[in-house]
């Protein structure tokens, strides 16, 4: 029996850019054979986001939601929440895969996530110096902070939905550390994980800061760490 996917693509003051990358990500979607859901979670846009969501929805099984405040982890978080799915994927408006998709669905039954590793050796990375550099970086914070054995918690993902039930409720961070806390307790809970290669092409330059999120990033995953340890 076909597995099912919801997609959750959490958005923000993108209302320019998503009539050109949607049809792109539902023509990814649909190219993995199987029933699907996208949900378009739009959190605190003020240039109507949700309102050019909706009409570059088509005849595709999009659903487009609405958070009040900027906040791409509580985004994501919602979106999990809200999947029916057999696998829960996240990916973004600027960034995804039909590859993975097909990776993911080739995965044993035993499998309970897959990461799409910008760090795996037959990835290809074709961002720039500096946001490889960033990755590396935040890899090595992992490892001295949470001792995470993983290479990549950012970028494309799926969970099977028994995962997401037991341990997306528990997670408490927001912001750009939702899906890193999310994977950290699932690798410390044991459950079975896989890292496959990607190609890291996004359609864009990045609109994010670095230097603006690096010191939260910081901070987070030092409180992350004191949350997990009151487990």
Do not use: C
């Not at 906040?71 to 978080?77: E, I, T």
């Not at 829960?88 to 895969?97: A, L």
């Not at 528990?170 to 307790?185: A, G, K, P, W």
């Amino acid at each position: 029996m076909a597995s099912s996917i919801t997609v959750v693509v959490p958005v923000y003051n993108e209302a320019a850019f998503i009539p050109e990358a949607l049809p792109k990500l539902v023509a990814s979607v649909q190219a993995a054979g199987v029933p699907y859901t996208i949900r378009i979670v739009e959190n605190g846009s003020t240039d109507g986001t949700a309102d050019a969501a909706r009409k570059s929805v088509g005849d595709a099984n999009i659903v487009v939601d609405s958070l009040p405040e900027p906040d791409y982890g509580a985004a994501m978080r919602h979106g999990f929440l809200e999947a029916d799915s057999d696998w829960v994927v996240n990916f973004d408006i600027d960034y995804f895969s039909a590859d993975f998709l097909h990776r993911l669905l080739a995965q044993p039954d035993d499998v309970d996530l897959v990461i799409a590793s910008k760090r795996d050796p037959a990835s290809e990375d074709r961002r720039p110096l500096i946001r490889r550099v960033a990755t590396g970086v935040f890899n090595l914070l992992l490892t001295l902070i949470l001792q995470s054995g993983v290479s990549d918690t950012h970028g494309m993902k799926g969970f099977r939905r028994k995962l997401v039930d037991d341990l997306a409720p528990q997670v408490v961070s927001t912001e750009d550390l939702f899906d890193t806390e999310l994977v950290v307790r699932a690798e410390r809970a044991g459950y079975m994980i896989v890292e496959v290669p990607v190609v890291v092409e996004e359609m864009r330059t990045a609109k994010s800061s670095l230097i603006k999120r690096a010191p939260r990033t910081v901070v987070g995953l030092i409180r992350m760490r004191g949350n997990l340890a009151k487990r």
